[in-house]
């Protein structure tokens, strides 16, 4: 009698890819460790991530905007264990009805209130914390019951060494964000403003592309494999400021120049790391620029971010002098704190089998 495979549930909030991109990541992986299928459920960019990366079947539904029972028991038949990203609702509507895994890669920005609306989370199956900038310690403060450290959730990185080459690329990730979905293509107008003519190949999600302009830039969608791949050979990368590519850049020994932040947990991530660069760099211009607090209610913060780019993209002294820090730093490699950080990828996969009740000695 042949044993059923696995069933994968990936469930990731649709801002930008970071939530999506941690949950392929740990789903894949289970996928080639335990033979799991695998199932999205998403809207906007967490689908066009899943469907990119050839997931064997994708659900739209979107927690949001509501769900029945009905519509919860039609996943729950689908699947095994729920990989969850930055969804808590989706926390919600799945415990006591299936193990549910939970993965946080922002643990140092939530305060006390975020775990009193989503009680949820506190009890849920299994917390997996990315331990970045002092994460872990935060969130042990927080009463969750079942809390797992793990290292930088990333992709492996190319083995091979890739030759570098001269050119640069711009990178803007998913764009897209809950709290005002039609900022993505305003923040790409002004992120690539301020790097004309510094770069001509653009990747990001298509989500945004049909909403721009005609530019002299060409626009690229890639899976993350590729992506990857572009990260390791080109000479300079400018990225907006999301923490899951700019852990897969350190891996691949990227030169990085930081475009503004585009929403709060980018914010907070440029003000990290201005404090482990040198006082004249670009990401310490930024942060200047961008202060904000952790622990503050997000949907506020992330609008404190778009007012200071609406600001910002009027202002001329600010494109000024951003290009004379970009001109006087050029790309630089990112700080040991993100290279350091080891890959949590096996421990995921771990927790996922011991969810599934699954033995180490279980593979495809």
Same mark, same amino acid.
């Given at each position: 009698?042949?044993? +059923? ?10 801002? %930008? ?15 080639? $460790? ?18 990119? @990366? ?12 509501? &769900? ?5 028991? *039609? ?13 808590? @609702? ?10 549910? $895994? ?18 949820? &989370? ?12 002092? #994460? ?6 927080? %009463? ?15 083995? #091979?060494?890739? *030759? +570098? ?35 001509? @190949?653009?990747?990001?999600? %298509? ?18 494999? @590729? ?72 949907? #506020? ?26 001109? +006087? ?9 993100? +290279?350091?950080? %080891? ?22």
């Amino acid at each position: 009698m042949t044993e +059923r495979r696995p069933r994968i549930g990936l469930f990731a909030e649709a801002f %930008g890819f970071g939530p999506a991109s941690k949950v392929w990541t740990v789903a894949s992986a289970c996928h080639e $460790a335990l033979g799991a299928e695998l199932v999205g459920v998403g809207v906007s960019v967490s689908a066009e991530y899943f469907a990119k @990366e050839h997931c064997g079947s994708l659900i739209t539904l979107d927690p949001r905007a509501g &769900l029945s029972p009905d519509q919860i028991e *039609a996943v729950v038949r689908q699947i095994d264990v729920a990989v969850v990203g930055l969804q808590p @609702e989706w926390v919600g509507a799945l415990t006591g009805k299936v193990p549910v $895994a939970y993965i946080d890669s922002l643990g140092f920005m939530w305060n006390d209130g975020h775990f009193d609306r989503y009680s949820n &989370l506190r009890n849920v199956d299994a917390y997996i914390a990315q331990d970045c900038f002092g #994460a872990v310690a935060k969130l042990q403060t927080r %009463g969750i019951k079942n809390l797992v450290s793990v290292g930088a959730i990333i992709a492996p990185h190319p083995h #091979a060494e890739i *030759a +570098r080459r001269d050119g640069s690329i711009v990178h803007l990730g998913g764009l897209i964000n809950i709290y005002n979905p039609g900022n993505g293509s305003f923040y790409a107008s002004f992120a690539l403003s301020l790097v004309d003519n510094l770069a001509s @190949e653009i990747l990001a999600s %298509g989500e945004v592309e049909q909403y721009l302009p005609r530019s002299s830039f060409r626009w690229r969608r890639a899976d993350n494999w @590729e992506a990857l791949q572009e990260f390791s050979r080109r000479k300079t990368v400018y990225t907006s400021p999301g923490l899951t590519a700019l852990l897969e850049m350190a891996a691949c020994n990227a030169d990085v120049v930081p475009l503004p932040p585009q929403n709060y947990s980018q914010a907070l991530i440029v003000n990290h790391i201005a404090r482990l660069m040198p006082d004249d760099s670009v990401w310490a211009f930024l942060s200047e620029r961008y202060s904000l607090a952790e622990g503050l209610e997000e949907q #506020a913060a992330v609008e404190a971010v778009h007012v200071w780019n609406r600001h910002y993209a009027e202002n001329e002294d600010f494109a000024r002098r951003y290009r004379e820090s970009v001109e +006087r730093n050029g790309g630089q490699p990112l700080p040991d704190h993100l +290279r350091s950080r %080891g890959n949590g990828c096996a421990a995921c996969v771990d927790t996922i089998r011991r969810l599934l009740g699954l033995s180490h000695s279980h593979t495809s």
